[in-house]
T-cell receptor, first 109, second 114 residues
Framework: SQQGEEDPQALSIQEGENATMNCSYK?????LQWYRQNSGRGLVHLIL?????REKHSGRLRVTLDTSKKSSSLLITASRAADTASYFC?????????FGQGTRLTINP | DTAVSQTPKYLVTQMGNDKSIKCEQN?????MYWYKQDSKKFLKIMFS???????INETVPNRFSPKSPDKAHLNLHINSLELGDSAVYFC?????????????FGPGTRLTVL
């Protein structure tokens, strides 16, 4: 069954604004990862947060993880047009990643 | 110096045909994967190999047969193609099958079955 479910499915904001995407998952995980996919391309790993971590930063990215609520969020600050892409969360169980359907983020110039 | 490469990038074929997609990684990783991304962008794992051994085999029709001749290559052969096989297929690799490893994805192969 689908593990990650992203919310919202689509998000459109103005350049310079912050973008927040949420993810919920169903089963236990060892870590949660966020990936980015530009149109027509493969996925690119952005950040990994372990199950014993609550928050992690990488450049303009901030990820939180709440294992009690089985949810995570990805915040992109000071968005740029080049951030336009689909963003996927993926929960890692024993050996595999289970992906959600993604949030389509559009940054308007 | 592409990390994970797939061929072909596009594949258009008739129902009932047999086709193969090839994947190669030059990262020295032990584990490789095949994913299927449907028209709604849902990405689902199909198979995983660790050092040439099959370790994940999701509920996939047996028309799909992966083959790993060595740990740098993972090919996917599909027999008797059906309309529902139309999707984008992604190959990926990671350092090991254990947790805490990011996966590196290839550019995808868009398969269209007519």
């Amino acid at each position: 069954s689908q593990q990650g479910e992203e919310d919202p499915q689509a998000l459109s904001i103005q350049e310079g604004e912050n973008a927040t995407m949420n993810c919920s998952y169903k089963t236990s995980i060892n870590n949660l990862q966020w990936y980015r996919q530009n149109s027509g391309r493969g996925l690119v790993h952005l950040i990994l947060i372990r199950s014993n971590e609550r928050e992690k930063h990488s450049g303009r990215l901030r990820v939180t993880l709440d294992t009690s609520k089985k949810s995570s969020s990805l915040l992109i600050t000071a968005s740029r047009a080049a951030d336009t892409a689909s963003y996927f969360c993926a929960g890692q169980g024993a050996q595999k990643l289970v992906f959600g359907q993604g949030t389509r983020l559009t940054i308007n110039p | 110096d592409t990390a994970v490469s797939q061929t072909p990038k596009y594949l258009v074929t008739q129902m009932g045909n047999d086709k193969s997609i090839k994947c190669e990684q030059n990262l020295g990783h032990d584990t490789m994967y095949w994913y299927k991304q449907d028209s709604k962008k849902f990405l689902k794992i199909m198979f995983s190999y660790n050092n040439k051994e099959l370790i994940i085999n999701e509920t996939v029709p047996n028309r799909f047969s992966p083959k790993s001749p060595d740990k740098a290559h993972l090919n996917l052969h599909i027999n008797s193609l059906e309309l529902g096989d139309s999707a984008v297929y992604f190959c990926a690799s990671s350092q090991a099958a254990l947790s805490y490893n990011e996966q590196f994805f290839g550019p995808g192969t868009r398969l269209t079955v007519l």
